[in-house]
């Protein structure tokens, strides 16, 4: 069965440091990968995605995440964070196949002045 | 694009009552999802459609919760009768065929059963 990992519920970080939130995923071969950002009251905005090729994505919002098939991990990084980026992040995987996805638990991220 | 729309916002209802959320996709895609989000289960998902046609629901967690599609443009999910527990936000996205094309989700409704 596939399952996504996101070890951290809640994330502090100062405005203009840097972030990265974990991804762990158990699938069978490669995944396709994904990033979803939640601010309150809203959906989920896509933020990048990984299909195959190069392994380090860029997304919109200055998002980039890694994937590294070694580790099974898909961390989300910016390098410097602004106080608009607090919000829900979640991690998810797909097979391939239009079946929806599997959600990580999400990481609460958190900006302190 | 509009993107996906739900309907209503907010739904407050009592023990018992039936309950209709609504969702209207993205024109043109043939894949919409329903998800259930909470504090304890985090996003789970409890139906999707192909076409218009139900394909997996086995994520519905009771015969009280029942889902139609019946135009490529209109899809309600119904919970008869209501229970406190089915207190959540949910979720509506949809896609179209290909392996590039990511889920959009809708802005959620927020149900409250007290």
């Known amino acids: 069965a596939q399952s996504v990992t996101q070890p951290d519920i809640h994330i502090t970080v100062s405005e203009g440091a840097s972030l990265e939130l974990r991804c762990n995923y158990s699938y069978g071969a490669t995944p396709y990968l994904f990033w979803y950002v939640q601010s309150p009251g809203q959906g989920l905005q896509l933020l990048l995605k990984y299909f195959s090729g190069d392994t380090l994505v860029q997304g919109i919002k200055g998002f980039e995440a890694e994937f590294k098939r070694s580790q099974s991990s898909f961390n989300l990084r910016k390098p410097s964070v602004h106080w608009s980026d607090a919000a829900e992040y979640f991690c998810?995987?797909?097979?391939?196949?239009?079946?929806?996805?599997?959600f990580g638990k999400g990481t609460h991220l958190i900006i302190q002045p | 694009d509009a993107g996906v729309i739900q309907s209503p916002r907010h739904e407050v209802t009592e023990m018992g009552q039936e309950v209709t959320l609504r969702c209207k996709p993205i024109?043109?895609?043939?894949?919409l999802f329903w998800y259930r989000q909470t504090m304890m289960r985090g996003l789970e998902l409890l139906i999707y459609?192909?076409?218009?046609?139900?394909?997996?629901d086995s994520g519905m967690p009771e015969d009280r919760f029942s889902a139609k599609m019946p135009n490529a443009s209109f899809s309600t999910l119904k919970i008869q009768p209501s229970e406190p527990r089915d207190s959540a936000v949910y979720f509506c996205?949809?896609?179209?065929?290909?392996?590039?094309?990511?889920?959009?989700f809708g802005n959620g409704t927020r149900l409250t059963v007290t």
């Open positions: 024109s043109g895609h043939d894949y």
């Open positions: 459609f192909n076409n218009n046609v139900p394909i997996d």
């Open positions: 998810a995987l797909s097979g391939g196949g239009a079946d929806g996805l599997t």
């Open positions: 996205a949809s896609t179209r065929t290909g392996r590039n094309s990511p889920l959009h």
